[in-house]
C-alpha cells in the first residue's frame, strides 16, 4: 500500500527561497514556473501591469490544471493497469477441479 498524502507545510524559509527563485533567471521553456516568474516580476512596485499580471497568471492557473488532469490520468491509467495484471496473474489460482463432483450447498451467508 502507497503512503498517504502528507502536505509540506509552507514555512517562513521556504517563502524566502521562493522569494529569491522569483529573480533567477527564465530559461527557454514556457513551464509553469517561469509563467509564474513573469507574473510576479509583473506586479511588482516598480513595474506596475495589472492586465499583464492577470494574463500570465491565467496561463499559469491552465498549465496547473493541465498538470493536475494529465497526473490524475496517470494515476487511473496506472490503477487500471495494476487491477488488470493483478487479475491476469490470479484468476485461475484456485484448483476447481477438485471440487466438481460435490453438490451445491447454497449460499450461506
Known amino acids: 500500500m502507497k503512503n498517504e498524502y502528507k502536505p509540506k507545510p509552507f514555512t517562513q524559509q521556504l517563502a524566502e527561497q ?21 507574473a510576479f516580476r509583473a506586479c511588482q512596485e516598480d513595474s506596475y501591469n495589472l492586465k499583464a499580471t492577470r494574463d500570465l497568471l491565467l496561463e499559469a492557473l491552465w498549465m496547473g490544471q493541465r498538470m493536475s488532469k494529465k497526473l490524475s490520468d496517470n494515476k487511473k491509467q496506472e490503477l487500471q493497469l495494476e487491477q488488470h495484471e493483478d487479475t491476469e496473474e490470479f484468476a485461475f489460482c484456485v484448483d476447481w477441479s477438485k471440487f466438481k463432483n460435490l453438490p451445491a450447498r447454497g449460499n450461506h451467508d
Not at 18 to 38: E, G, S
Open 18 to 38: 521562493a522569494h529569491t527563485d522569483m529573480y533567477t533567471d527564465l530559461d527557454t521553456q514556457r513551464t509553469l514556473c517561469n509563467v509564474i516568474k513573469q
